[in-house]
């Protein structure tokens, strides 16, 4: 990755308003978010790359419509990685249409040699992150289901976020409003996905 044999190596996240960087009120703070911070890490890690950082989530999104602009605004970006983030929004769908959704857009990625990682969702508080029958547990599942299945790395935010709660954190300690996180629960995320890619 040091010149004269690099190339710029390009990441793109796409989904809801979560990796758009909304915090509290609608307002966005893109450099708190955890593809931005992710950014940054990887940069410290590897100073003689020239890595870039596309976010194409938008705030209210579901798959469904993720999924639909996919090819002309993700595909068309020719990058390396693609993170996918849309449980959140897909509870107003469903686990087994988003999981359709999903399916097309990891189909799509693979399909043009990219690659491709799976990301659950970072927490709310209205639902109680350590009861398994919630609708964003069901969507982590499906999420992890098609990691296994398609062979795809899979970034458990949930599962990280559950595990604090279970050894006594408060939720609302990582969050900014009930369903956007915080800087520090976006720190935690960007973290997550350094760790994956090292």
Known sequence: MKWPNNRLVRFVFHGHSVPAGYFRGGQVRRFDSYPILFHQQLCELYPTAVIDV?????????????????????LTLNPDV???????????????AAHQYWRTMIEQALNNSVKVVLLTPTPDSHEDILDPETKLAKHSESVRSLGKEYGLP????YELFRQLVAEGAD?????SQPNHPNRKGHQLVAERIVQLLQ
């Open 82 to 96: 693609i993170f996918i983030d849309y449980c959140l929004n897909d509870r107003a769908i469903g686990v087994e």
């Open 171 to 175: 939720v609302s300690d990582y969050l």
């Open 54 to 74: 596309c976010t194409t989530a938008i705030g209210g999104e579901n798959s469904k419509r993720g999924s639909r602009r996919f090819a002309d605004e993700v």
């Open 154 to 157: 899979v970034v458990d935010s």
